[in-house]
Each structure stands twice: as C-alpha cells, then as structure tokens.
C-alpha cells in the first residue's frame, strides 16, 4: 500500500479521525498485533474468540501509528491512543480501505473475480498461470477468499500489477455483494452451481442468485464494455443464457456477454476426447479462437473443467488456447503435476502407499469427483477415510448416503468421522450388500479413525499389497489431522 494520510484513510472508510495530525502517514494496514506494525495503521477487528481492541495497546507499542476502532467511548476517551479513526464497524472499514486504496493505486489493474460451488481455488490458480505467462499478474493467496482475506491481498498488491484474479467465497446472500465492491471486476468465472450452502440459501437457484452478485460491477463498466462472465455450460441452472442475463440485470447489469465451457456441444469452449487418469487429463479443446489439445499432469476430469474455465479466462486477454494450455501445463509440474495448494498426492512408505489429501473442504459435488481420482491411483487396495460434509440443510442425510453409495463402486473400505458421516457408511453398505470383502466403519474422532486406518494399511502392506487413500471433508472436521499422521508413520 502506498503511504496513506490519517485524513484519507478516514476519508476511505467513512471513519471520524479522532487525533490532531491528520498529515501523517501509514504505509499498511494491519489486523494481528503479533506481526509488523510499525509504521502501519492497526485496525481492530472483532471475532467470535477474540475483539481487536484488546490488542490496541500491544500494536502501539508495536510502532503502529494510529488505531481503527469501533468502541466509540473509549476512543472518544483516548483509550486508543491520539491518533484512532471511529468507525461504524471494523470489519466494514476494512472492505472500504481495501476498495479505497483499489481505486487510487490500481486504476489501470484489469481485474477478474473466481467464484462458483466446486474448484475455485484450482481455477483461480490455473487463471493466474495462463494470465502470469503474458502479464504481471497476482491472485488471491492462500484460503484469502473472505471479508478478511481479500482486503487483506488487496493491500498488499504490487504497485505494477497488470491484472488481478480475484476469488471470491460466499456463504450466503450479499457476501459476494461485498467481496465484489472492493475488487471491481470487469469479468468472473463461476465454475458451477452445487448443493454447498443450502442450509442457509435453501435452493440451488438462491446459489447461483447469490453468485450472481459477481456480475454488480458491470453497471460500474462504460456502456460500450460488457461484463464477460464465464460459466460452466454443463451446469443445468447456467445452460440458460437467457435466464442468467435476467438475473444480472436485476443487478443492475444490462450489458454482458455470457461465454460457456463444457462437453455440451453449445459451449463456446468444448472438451471432446477427454482421457482422465491417474496421472492427468488429456482433450481436444474446440474454442472460437481455434482448437488445440490440452495435455496436463492434473488428475480428475473436474480439472478438464477448470482448465477450460481458465483458457476462456486467457482469451479474453488476448491469450491463445494453446498459449494458455503451456502455461497450466508448466504451472502443474512446477507444482509437482498432482499438487495444489488444496489436494496433494504424496508417495509414502517407499511407493507402497499413495495418499490423496484433499482435506481442506468438501460437498456432495467434490466428494464423488476426489473418490473417483483416487480410484484411479495404481493400488491393490482403494480406501477412503470420510468426514462430515457441512451446511447441506434439510437433505444432508441424502447427500451423505449418496456418497456412501458411490464409494463403495470406487473403495474397498471407508472409515468415516463424524455423525452426519454415518450416512455415508449407511449408503456404502446399502450398495456393498453382495460384497463382503467391502467394509464400512463410523467413528467419532480422528484418532479413532486414524487408529483403524493404520491398522488395515499395516494388515494389507503384511500381505504384500499397496495402498491408496483419499482423506477428506469439511474443513471443520480436521481431517488433515488423519493425513498428517500418515505422512509420520508412513514416510
């Protein structure tokens, strides 16, 4: 962030600049005490654990030059030193600072936003590489999609930076309004509409209404640029052009153009010919600027998905298909061909055991899409260790079953934590019934599971078979604690 007066960075978030030199200025804008403040402005945000105002004092002692706060008496009573801005609300005055220093520093950065149910993250990283192969390109670091996140990028952003990928979360209406507001893009990619969410928006028609936010910005665009928004054809809710057009005008975005990508044969970028296996995927992509084939160390053919996403995103910067398919093709074996910063496969026990740690997240799309991957994977043996999926509303039990049903046609053994995670062994032994050597087990911790997890691998490698295991779910389950295990036990 570029040096900043007290009175802009009030001025920015509509805050009350409470001290006597106004003139003085901060070069970054910092919300955990523990780390560099000096110089910086200290803004205290509050959580459900913890209020940033109890650390005001530690970051001025830090060097940090003024404080924004919300606690309007104790400011006013100089608690906060002589320098604090008052604000409505510290979270707000974040996004607000965030958006500020977007629109003064950044006037000429082009801009694209990430969303959607499934694959933000890997689309988001693909995005980048093709875009960083012809621009000084940044993205979103990290899990950085947030309300605290972004902001958070934002003012680190580079003073050269050409072009910004931004990827947005959401959990419900009005969270992509935010995230939106301070990155201003002139174009988005939603990947797909799943069942994430449902417990608070109810239907996946509201997900894709609340995804559609994205598309706010196009109202902010000059009337002869349209807001391009890439989605993924093969979607049932987002076929419908028309009916997406619909929904960005109530949003005040009359002017936009829609670009598909899928295997239905109406997308403007098509995979045909797909191979999908363990070690990458493999297709002839058919797009208006020509076709070409795409060859990539990404195992699972969800990644024919976010790598076509990522080719649309390309050419709208001029980037051609085959230019855009070297630059993920160097980016994937840069990151060691099946790694990313949220699935890794990692060769334990001198290749007698492969781990697929997709343990960050997890939803009825993902679960069978990661199932298959690992199935895939060269092993005598295929298990699974399940978490809970969360947030799935009134048809969890469904969704849990259903994935139980799939894995047991991919694994030879699930261990699952968690209690909505007995729905999943409820539909593996349902569909397992005329298998015995298929076994299905419930736990309530990870260490139990984790338990009767090495106990199978250590029974199957004293047999003289290998191993493959996916562990994942929802990151509230701390699966990776399971994977991390194995990593020590079987290094």
Request: neutral net charge; hydrophobic residues 40%; proline residues 3%.
């Amino acid at each position: 962030m570029k040096r900043t007066t007290l009175k802009q960075l009030a001025a920015f978030c509509g805050g009350e600049y409470l001290g006597s030199h106004p003139r003085r200025t901060v070069n970054a804008v910092v919300t955990d005490s523990r780390k560099a403040v000096r110089g910086g402005a200290f803004l205290a945000l509050k959580g459900e654990n913890f209020d940033g105002h109890a650390f005001v004092a530690k970051a001025l002692d830090g060097g940090a030059v003024c404080a924004v706060v919300d606690d309007a008496a104790g400011a006013r009573d100089g608690k906060y030193g002589d320098n604090a801005i008052l604000v409505k609300d510290t979270l707000s005055a974040y996004a607000d600072i965030a958006a500020g220093v977007m629109a003064r520093d950044f006037p000429k950065t082009r801009r694209i936003a990430v969303t959607g149910s499934v694959g933000k993250t890997s689309t988001k990283e693909l995005t980048h590489a093709v875009l960083a192969s012809a621009f000084r390109a940044e993205k979103t670091k990290a899990n950085h999609n947030n309300e605290v996140g972004l902001p958070q990028t934002v003012l680190a952003l580079p003073a050269d930076t050409e072009i910004f990928v931004a990827e947005m979360g959401m959990r419900g209406f009005g969270q992509i309004r935010y995230l939106e507001n301070i990155v201003h893009p002139e174009a988005a990619i939603i990947t797909t509409i799943g069942n994430a969410h449902l417990e608070l928006l109810g239907s996946r028609e509201n997900i894709l209404r609340a995804k559609m936010e994205v598309c706010l910005g196009g109202a902010r665009l000059p009337a002869d640029k349209p807001f391009r928004l890439i989605v993924n054809g093969d979607c049932d809710l987002m076929k419908d052009r028309a009916a997406l057009r619909a929904i960005a005008a109530e949003y005040g975005c009359d002017n936009i153009e829609i670009i598909t990508f899928g295997q239905d044969a109406a997308c403007d970028y098509r995979a045909t010919e797909v191979i999908s296996g363990e070690h990458g995927i493999n297709y002839l992509l058919i797009s208006r600027e020509g076709n070409c084939h795409v060859d990539l160390p990404l195992p699972g053919e969800h990644n024919v998905y976010n790598s076509m996403a990522a080719i649309a995103a390309g050419a709208l910067f001029g980037i051609a298909p085959e230019d855009a398919a070297e630059a993920m093709r160097r980016y994937a074996e840069e990151n060691s061909g099946v790694n990313s910063l949220r699935q890794r496969t990692v060769r334990l026990a001198g290749g007698r055991l492969t781990l697929m740690d997709d343990a960050y997240n997890a939803g009825p799309e993902s679960m069978p899409a990661s199932l298959k991957v690992m199935a895939g994977f060269t092993a005598d043996r295929h298990i699974a260790a399940l978490g809970d999926m969360v947030e799935l509303g009134p048809k969890s039990p469904e969704f849990h079953k259903e994935v139980g049903r799939t894995a047991a046609a991919q694994c030879d053994a699930i261990f699952t934590v968690g209690e909505k995670a007995r729905d999943y062994v409820t539909g593996f032994k349902a569909a397992a019934v005329k298998n015995a050597a298929k076994s299905a087990q419930s736990f309530d911790t990870t260490d139990a599971a984790y338990a009767a997890v090495k106990e199978y691998i250590d029974r199957e490698f004293a047999a003289g078979r290998t191993v493959a295991i996916l562990v994942k779910g929802s990151h509230i389950m701390h699966m990776g604690r399971i994977s991390a295990r194995l990593e020590e036990d079987f290094k």
